[in-house]
């Protein structure tokens, strides 16, 4: 059987803050189609080498590829435009906002000072309202965004991120911090992206969650990838064990 060509490639990547080696020569791969997991002890880099994929940071070393294409030095809205979208461990939405405002935002053609309720109109608000109503939250569309609980806020950035239809989209802690009611119902959006076609990268503490949702499973252990494959591999690998326990 043909194995899918990786849609996001990290080779040798490298980068360090002072003398700390946050991230030390780390190479992997996300299957196009897949839902990947990057998960490893606190320190081993895993926000480091996100905020190096979607450019919030610059490596010292190594490349980032997406499609083939090496993005190591783009600025962040190239990556975008390349069909890179990502959230963050706290959520970055405009409190103060609606929550309708806040997933059309990233369309952009209204700018700050003109918004208000009335700001988003026509398709982009029918587009918003449909993500709105995938992620469930529907009667909350002019509610604002900072009213909502931290677990619905997650499912709003999802959303968010969701309205530029991005190829493949990077989730930090998708389930960190929310009630096991919306924890699932994270876990059936992702499933649900997934075979809508969408590919994920996601950060993840909680392990029942990464190991029931993906396939690959990357370990990061002091910026480097020690162990790589199934849920069931990596959780019979010595490095791992080793990597965990020694946390
Ligand atoms: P993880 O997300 O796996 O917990 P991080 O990528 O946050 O790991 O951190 C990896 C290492 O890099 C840690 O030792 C952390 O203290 C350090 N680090 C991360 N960001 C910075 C920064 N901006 N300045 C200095 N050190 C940092």
Redesign the pocket.
């Known amino acids: 059987l043909k194995t899918a060509p990786p849609i996001l490639e990290v080779e040798g990547l490298s980068k360090s803050?002072?003398g700390?080696q946050?991230?030390n020569d780390c190479t992997f791969t996300v299957p196009e189609g897949s839902i990947t997991g990057l998960i490893?002890?606190?320190?081993?880099?895993?926000?480091?080498?996100f905020n190096l994929i979607s450019g919030t940071l610059l490596p010292d070393a190594g490349t980032v590829r997406i499609g083939g294409t090496d993005i190591s030095r783009m600025a962040s809205w190239g990556r975008a435009h390349r069909g890179l979208g990502r959230t963050f461990q706290s959520t970055r939405l405009f409190k103060e906002m609606s929550v309708l405002e806040n997933i059309a935002a990233p369309l952009g053609s209204f700018s700050i000072p003109q918004m208000g309720l009335d700001a988003v109109s026509g398709r982009e608000a029918e587009r918003a309202r449909e993500l709105l109503d995938f992620v469930g939250l529907s009667r909350y569309e002019q509610a604002k965004a900072g009213s909502l609980s931290y677990g619905q806020q997650k499912l709003v950035e999802l959303a968010q991120v969701l309205v530029l239809d991005p190829k493949l989209i990077l989730l930090d802690e998708p389930a960190g911090g929310i009630n096991p009611t919306l924890i699932e119902r994270m876990g059936d959006l992702i499933r649900d992206l997934n075979a809508q076609g969408k590919t994920f990268l996601l950060?993840e503490h909680n392990m029942p969650f990464v190991l029931g949702l993906c396939n690959p499973v990357r370990v990061?252990a002091q910026?480097h990838v020690i162990a790589t494959g199934s849920p069931d591999e990596i959780q019979k690998d010595d490095a791992v064990i080793d990597a965990y326990l020694g946390d």
């Open positions: 803050f002072g700390n946050a991230v490893g002890p606190n320190g081993s880099g895993k926000t480091t080498v950060v990061l910026g």
